[in-house]
């Protein structure tokens, strides 16, 4: 299903005027007022496309650079100087970013222009559209949208203004992180009535009633780090609800990986809420673009995924993380590319031909000018062998063969542009069934005649042949996290849930408590004078 952006087409003229700001407190103004539009009902929904728009703008970049490459999930070092980009990626992997550093900055742009766009169209919704259970809907979607959009902003910074009155050009202070959650959980809520009760191809890319109830256990999961009080029976309860709506299923072992193929969408049984991308939509608005094949790609195996564009592959994962998956029997292992490298006929290698110094720029020989021919092997260790203070492993082939690649979303071979079709889940079912076992194991209450053992015993039948398991401990339910949803986002959520986030993978070893949440960029302190530096970063 990719054609939800057909029905935002009209408003999408106006998307180029919403980028220009930065700051929650800056209300985004665009041609589309009350006075002129909407007028009818279909107008009505394209009013909502925007959101969507916006929504899509940066969410497989900003979004996921921050939540990944600060983890042992994945590590973009530069080779041969590619990549370094102003120490972005660097910074993130050693955890020292600073309020000055792009993706932590892109991450509050994003947001910020995420939640003003909702406040305009929640604004000429309520002006225009006449009452009823459609502008009721309507209504509680955008809400829904700008409460997702203040949850990755509290989760990602912590203590962030609340900026809700479209047209309000006052500063805000920072509200407490305490009182954004009750802000988020209210508005949840409240909307939860309002919202569609249907999944599949009738609200595919929008918030229906179960996106608002797993959003709310994730919360309820993560309020002890966000309130200081544990909220595991409530997380439950969440989870209850969209587990007796009857909507999901946890996908089989033979579709595991499909949810994840170019041409995903509604029929994925795990869905809750997804963020549906179209190479057709990718030149109109803010970036919008899904690029997973570009960076994970190895450049050697363009032939193999039959791709037309030579992709760049900088990004790899660390074998910290890749210990995890550990079980032979398990498809989750086919995300992966490791080792030595075969066309997808499993027999013809995958060769590469250059010189000798080519292969390794280190080589000492006189003839390095020489052909060299190489069947290509992907190794699981990240070393800096070219200069250490740029984070550069080198500039050769041993150098662009270092770690084990990602390819969960499958590349897309239709692609033109390196943009991707693949959708990409924020909620998915299986992320319900592991949340609802981490919350009994964390001391809530058992519903439904469920156990911990019971839940991810239901999981793991459905991803490997090997046995059921006996036993789980919080410990073994955070490595089957690891592997359940790498690449997808979450993994700088559970490590901070679980005590992780200070601990030593690869070049980093900063134990930085306070770095949990990011800084508050430069660009929105000069524009909301009314803001303050996070606790224990410099304030200029």
């Known amino acids: 299903m990719k054609k939800i952006f057909k029905y935002f087409s009209l408003p999408i003229v106006c998307v180029g005027l919403l980028w220009s700001c930065d700051n929650l407190d800056v209300p985004i103004t665009t041609q589309l007022t009350p006075d002129v539009f909407p007028q009818n009902s279909t107008q009505y929904i394209q009013a909502a496309g925007p959101v969507y728009v916006a929504f899509r703008g940066d969410y497989s970049f900003s979004w996921w650079f921050t939540q990944s490459l600060s983890t042992d999930e994945a590590i973009m070092p530069a080779r041969g100087g590619n990549w370094f980009d102003n120490q972005n990626y660097m910074k993130l992997h050693y955890h020292s970013w600073n309020k000055d550093h792009g993706w932590t900055n892109g991450l509050w742009g994003w947001l910020s222009r995420v939640i003003g766009t909702s406040n305009q169209a929640i604004s000429i919704l309520d002006k225009t559209m006449p009452a009823g259970t459609d502008k009721n809907m309507a209504i509680a ?44 959980e209210s508005e949840l809520k409240k909307a939860l009535p309002n919202l569609s009760a249907a999944s599949g191809v009738t609200t595919y890319g929008r918030p229906n009633k179960q996106t608002a109830n797993a959003l709310l256990a994730k919360m309820y999961l993560n309020a002890e780090v ?17 587990i007796k709506s009857g909507l999901y299923a946890i996908e089989g072992r033979s579709t595991y990986l499909q949810m994840f193929y170019p041409n995903n969408g509604p029929q994925m049984k795990e869905f809750i809420f997804a963020v549906p991308y179209d190479p057709a939509s990718s030149a109109v608005g803010y970036n919008g673009q899904m690029y997973h094949a570009r960076y994970d790609v190895p450049r050697s195996m ?24 550990n079980d032979a029997n398990d498809i989750r292992n086919k995300q992966w590319l490791t080792g030595l490298q075969y066309m997808n006929d499993g027999v013809t290698p995958v060769t590469v031909t250059t010189t000798k110094k080519g ?16 069947q290509v092997n992907l190794t699981p260790n990240i070393a800096y ?15 662009w063969n270092m770690g084990y690649r990602n390819i969960k979303f499958y590349p897309d071979a239709t692609s033109t542009s390196r943009n991707q079709n693949n959708d990409v889940p924020f909620l998915r079912y299986s992320d319900v069934i592991l949340m609802k076992a ?31 398991w006996t036993s789980v401990t919080l410990d073994d339910l955070y490595k089957e996290r690891s592997r359940e949803f790498a690449w997808e986002g979450w993994h700088r959520n559970d490590m901070i849930r679980f005590g992780k986030f ?26 909301n004078p009314a803001l303050v530096q996070n606790p224990a970063y410099p304030a200029n």
């Open 226 to 242: 966000y309130t200081g009080t544990q909220r595991n029976n409530d997380c439950i309860a969440a989870c209850d609800e969209v």
């Open 302 to 325: 363009r032939v193999k995924f039959g791709l037309p564009y030579t992709p760049s592959a900088p990004r790899s994962t660390l074998p910290e993380f890749y210990a995890n998956f």
């Open 385 to 399: 062998r070219q200069d250490p203070t740029l984070y550069d492993c080198g500039n050769d082939e041993i150098a």
């Open 438 to 468: 981490e919350a009994i194991l964390r001391g809530g209450a058992a519903t439904l005649g469920d156990t911990p053992l019971s839940l991810v015993n239901s999981l793991r039948s459905n991803r490997t042949t090997s046995a059921a």
């Open 141 to 184: 979607e955008m809400k829904t949208m700008r409460a997702i959009s203040y949850f990755m902003m509290m989760d990602s910074y912590g203590d962030v203004p609340l900026d809700t009155v479209y047209g309000d050009f006052t500063s805000h202070a920072k509200s407490d992180r305490k009182v954004v959650f009750q802000f988020v």
């Open 359 to 374: 292969y390794d720029q280190f080589y000492t020989g006189s003839d390095g000018g020489a052909s060299y021919t190489y």
């Open 502 to 527: 200070e601990g030593t993978w690869g070049f980093k070893t900063n134990a930085e408590a306070y770095r949990r949440v990011f800084p508050i960029p430069t660009d929105a302190l000069t524009l």
